[in-house]
């Protein structure tokens, strides 16, 4: 199976900040990778898939780059809705569609 | 507007079995693979079931394999997860979500149903 991880698991930030986020995967997975957003108590909303085509309707100060084995999400100047948790999600190799652990950004 | 609506969730003994069901509207269900997806309280996302467009293909996490089933009618634009055996670590938040394709992105999402295993 594929492992994702990310770093870091919890990001410290402030409004207007530039943020970055990293998803490494176990083995190579093209550009097969999908980022999400979830804010408490709500169902996780994708953002970015094929590593770096924003979602219809996502603003454009979310960014995805990346190939292979390792990738970023940016945020550019953070909004006071953009503190939430990101997953990264790998869609090459399945079963299972894996998740990363999550990252937290918070104030 | 697509709409995903999950519903069936509760508490259960463990060894007990409960369904959840989506219902869904605003797309054409039947072009779609669908699957469910948990959350523990306090914790990541976890694929949990996937199921093709036709029903005919399934695919279940190692954790829910032999336990959990997951099924759809495509008449009536609604999708199942019948899970038996129920675990304390089967407790969470279970989410049903669309994709175009298994290599696609989960695009919409139901709100999720709590399923809470204990005594």
């Known amino acids: 199976d594929i492992q994702m991880t990310q770093s870091p698991s919890f990001l410290s930030a402030s409004v207007g900040d530039r943020v970055t986020i990293t998803c490494r995967a176990s083995?190579?997975?093209?550009?097969?990778l999908a980022w999400y957003q979830q804010k408490p108590g709500r169902a996780p909303k994708v953002l970015i898939y094929?590593?770096?085509t924003l979602q219809s309707g996502v603003p454009s100060r979310f960014s995805g780059s990346g190939s292979g084995t390792e990738f970023t999400l940016t945020i550019t100047s953070l909004q006071p809705e953009d503190f939430a948790t990101y997953y990264c999600q790998q869609l090459r190799n399945y079963p299972p569609w894996t998740f990363g652990q999550g990252t937290k950004v918070e104030v | 507007q697509v709409r995903l609506v999950e519903s069936g969730g509760g508490l259960v003994k463990p060894g007990g079995s409960l369904r959840l069901s989506c219902a869904t509207s605003?797309?054409?269900?039947?072009?779609?693979?669908m699957s469910w997806v948990r959350q523990a309280p306090g914790k990541g996302l976890e694929w949990v079931s996937y199921?093709?467009?036709?029903?005919?293909?399934?695919y279940y996490a190692d954790s829910v394999k032999g336990r959990f089933t997951i099924s759809r009618d495509n008449a009536k634009n609604s999708l199942y997860l019948q899970m038996n055996s129920l675990r304390a670590e089967d407790t969470a938040v279970y989410f049903c979500?669309?994709?175009?394709?298994?290599?696609?992105?989960?695009?919409?999402w139901g709100q999720g149903t709590l399923v809470t295993v204990s005594s």
């Open positions: 199921i093709s467009s036709s029903g005919s293909y399934t």
């Open positions: 979500a669309r994709a175009y394709y298994y290599d696609r992105p989960m695009d919409n």
């Open positions: 094929a590593a770096s």
């Open positions: 083995q190579d997975i093209s550009n097969y």
């Open positions: 605003g797309f054409t269900f039947s072009d779609y693979y």
